[in-house]
């Protein structure tokens, strides 16, 4: 089956409100990429939206349904190494919103009377009244939350607080593993203290229910093995907790240096980067002597880090054929992009319009290898 426009013609205007569907348009659909790259011919081919190279596979099907989830995100947080067994189902049962609070019983067809126990005044017991809105809990998180500078919305959600502190520092360092601890280890003393006044008759005053809070710190925070450096004031923070700040690994000193090819003229490297998924690449090229011949650099606006390895190749190629070179060794820290250039692994259908410009003139480079550590 061809591309038949008055059917392409219904489908983006009942797709899309208000488009104007003209000859330019349909010409451009009819020449993009997926056509001339995955119809090889006349007739149209069913793609898996879900992975980059158009098929599908149960990883990325999973990885779909795990992006639709919004629990997701605190699943890949609680089931961390350095959250104690205990903590993370405990948690795991919260977010999936099975703690045994009266509101969750009463679900169950079970007559019960909601009063709760933790309050002055008499509240309906919800997981997000018992782990935000009492006394208790409000107490722990304004200490808390001023301690580690975290910002508390007064009509913030459960779940937005808690999203605050897991994504607040990074989780290699000691402070983001402590802000991944310590929200869990909040509700987990809450619930404790709850239990305790419930089937027990004992209730704990504030400054009681905090020492119980600052042991699961100090404990915890003994099985802690940062990979990265924390932010300065964060010495601050370990004297009021009195936990003692971990030292964090040193990397050794490698030496990198530039080497020459005696079967090439020229030396050029090009890199590409994506940052919260803005895209920009350059690149420089050598003599094989040394001596420096030229630069580029070009920014891109949104894609990944493929996209940046990419257009820097395509970029750089462009540059030394305009600049009249020929005999080039081209070099990338990107493997993978060496391994396209050379046509040993298929490459993602996105990319191969690219591609396909990248093979057409790379008349100019005479050998491309994979450069780990770059001397430019």
Same mark, same amino acid.
Request: net charge negative; glycine share 6%.
């Given at each position: 089956?061809?591309w038949?426009?008055?059917?392409?013609?219904?489908?983006l205007?009942s797709? &899309?409100?208000? $488009?104007?569907? %003209?000859?330019?348009?349909?010409?451009?659909?009819?020449?993009?990429s997926?056509?001339?790259?995955?119809?090889? #011919?006349?007739?149209?081919?069913r793609?898996?939206?879900?992975?980059?190279?158009?098929?599908?596979?149960?990883?990325?099907?999973? %990885?779909?349904?795990?992006?639709?989830?919004?629990?997701?995100?605190?699943?890949?947080?609680?089931?961390?190494?350095? =959250?104690?067994?205990?903590?993370?189902?405990? &948690?795991?049962?919260?977010?999936? #919103?099975?703690?045994?609070?009266?509101?969750?019983?009463q679900r169950?067809? $079970?007559?019960?009377?909601?009063k709760?126990?933790?309050?002055?005044?008499?509240?309906i017991?919800?997981?997000?009244?018992?782990?935000?809105?009492?006394?208790?809990?409000?107490?722990?998180?304004?200490?808390?939350?001023?301690? &580690?500078?975290?910002?508390?919305p007064?009509?913030?959600?459960?779940?937005?607080?808690?999203?605050?502190?897991f994504?607040? &520092?990074?989780?290699r360092?000691q402070? #983001?593993?402590?802000?991944?601890?310590?929200p869990? =280890?909040?509700?987990?003393?809450?619930?404790?203290?709850?239990?305790?006044?419930?089937?027990k008759?004992?209730?704990?005053?504030? +400054?009681? =229910?905090k020492?119980?809070?600052?042991?699961?710190?100090? %404990?915890?925070?003994?099985?802690?093995?940062?990979?990265?450096?924390?932010v300065g +004031?964060?010495?601050?923070?370990?004297?009021?907790?009195?936990?003692?700040?971990?030292?964090t690994?040193s990397?050794?000193?490698?030496l990198?240096t530039w080497?020459?090819?005696?079967?090439?003229?020229f030396?050029?490297?090009?890199? #590409?980067?994506?940052?919260?998924?803005?895209?920009?690449?350059g690149?420089?090229?050598?003599?094989?002597?040394?001596s420096?011949?030229?630069?580029?650099?070009?920014f891109?606006?949104?894609?990944?880090n493929?996209?940046?390895?990419?257009?820097?190749?395509?970029?750089?190629?462009?540059?030394?054929?305009?600049?009249?070179?020929?005999?080039?060794l081209?070099?990338?820290?990107s493997?993978?992009?060496?391994r396209?250039?050379?046509?040993n692994?298929?490459?993602?259908?996105?990319?191969?319009?690219?591609?396909?410009? $990248?093979?057409?003139?790379?008349?100019?480079?005479?050998?491309?290898?994979?450069v780990?550590?770059?001397?430019?």
């Open positions: 089956m061809g038949d426009e008055l059917y392409l013609r219904d489908v205007l797709n &899309f409100e208000g $488009i104007v569907v %003209d000859a330019d348009l349909l010409s451009e659909i009819r020449a993009s997926l056509q001339c790259v995955r119809a090889q #011919g006349t007739d149209d081919e793609l898996w939206g879900g992975s980059l190279d158009g098929v599908f596979s149960i990883k990325s099907c999973y %990885d779909m349904l795990c992006s639709h989830d919004d629990l997701w995100v605190f699943h890949s947080t609680f089931w961390d190494g350095f =959250v104690p067994s205990k903590l993370g189902v405990f &948690f795991w049962r919260l977010v999936q #919103g099975v703690i045994l609070v009266n509101v969750v019983v169950c067809h $079970i007559l019960l009377v909601s709760y126990l933790c309050c002055v005044s008499v509240k017991e919800t997981i997000s009244h018992l782990f935000l809105d009492i006394d208790l809990a409000r107490m722990l998180w304004s200490w808390l939350c001023l301690l &580690f500078r975290i910002p508390w007064w009509n913030s959600s459960l779940n937005h607080l808690l999203m605050l502190w994504h607040a &520092f990074s989780k360092s402070i #983001g593993m402590l802000s991944v601890i310590i869990i =280890v909040v509700c987990w003393v809450i619930w404790l203290e709850l239990n305790d006044r419930r089937f008759s004992i209730s704990h005053d504030d +400054w009681f =229910v020492r119980k809070v600052l042991k699961w710190i100090t %404990d915890l925070n003994g099985t802690l093995i940062p990979k990265k450096k924390s +004031w964060f010495g601050e923070v370990c004297s009021s907790l009195f936990i003692s700040l971990s030292p690994p990397k050794s000193i490698c990198v080497r020459g090819d005696d079967l090439s003229d030396i050029p490297n090009t890199d #590409g980067a994506s940052v919260d998924d803005l895209v920009a690449e690149g420089v090229i050598h003599s094989s002597n040394g420096l011949l030229g630069a580029f650099y070009s891109y606006g949104e894609g990944s493929n996209v940046a390895e990419t257009r820097a190749i395509l970029d750089g190629i462009r540059f030394y054929d305009r600049l009249g070179f020929f005999n080039v081209l070099q990338s820290d493997a993978l992009v060496i396209w250039f050379q046509g692994c298929s490459i993602p259908w996105h990319l191969a319009r690219y591609w396909q410009e $990248i093979h057409h003139v790379s008349s100019v480079v005479s050998s491309a290898t994979n780990y550590r770059q001397a430019n």
